[in-house]
């Protein structure tokens, strides 16, 4: 079973950078798309960023495009969330996720068959 740990996250001021990470120690991210999700205080956990397995193509939520990269590293069995000029509307709880490989919405919660705990990112401005 995947199990996905995320680190990196703290408290920043705006216009400040993240580097948020997701690593499961039993196992690699071979086959698996990788996610990013956010989830704000009395909002629905949102789509941020998220790597294909087969093509590596990435997607982005436009209100991150441009200022977040994801990336993954499958030696290492590790995926990135690269977070630059952060805003104080980026503030939430950051989760990973995993699914297995397949065609499909990447974006969608539902669509994940395993999550991280979340990682708190706070922005100050």
């Known amino acids: 079973q995947v199990r996905l740990v995320e680190s990196g996250g703290g408290l920043v001021q705006a216009g400040d950078s993240l580097r948020l990470s997701c690593a499961d120690s039993?196992?690699?991210?071979?086959?698996?798309?990788m996610g990013w999700f956010r989830q704000a205080p009395g909002k629905e956990r949102e789509f941020v960023a998220a790597?294909?397995?087969?093509?590596?193509?990435?997607e982005y939520a436009d209100s991150v495009k441009g200022r977040f990269t994801i990336s993954r590293d499958n030696g290492k069995n590790s995926v990135h969330l690269q977070m630059n000029s952060l805003k104080v509307e980026d503030t939430a709880v950051y989760y990973c996720?995993?699914?297995?490989?397949?065609?499909?919405?990447?974006?969608?919660?539902?669509?994940?068959?395993?999550w991280g705990q979340g990682t708190q990112v706070t922005v100050s401005s």
């Open positions: 790597i294909s397995w087969s093509s590596g193509n990435t």
């Open positions: 996720a995993a699914r297995l490989a397949r065609l499909g919405n990447i974006r969608t919660v539902g669509g994940y068959d395993y």
């Open positions: 039993g196992r690699t991210f071979v086959g698996h798309d």
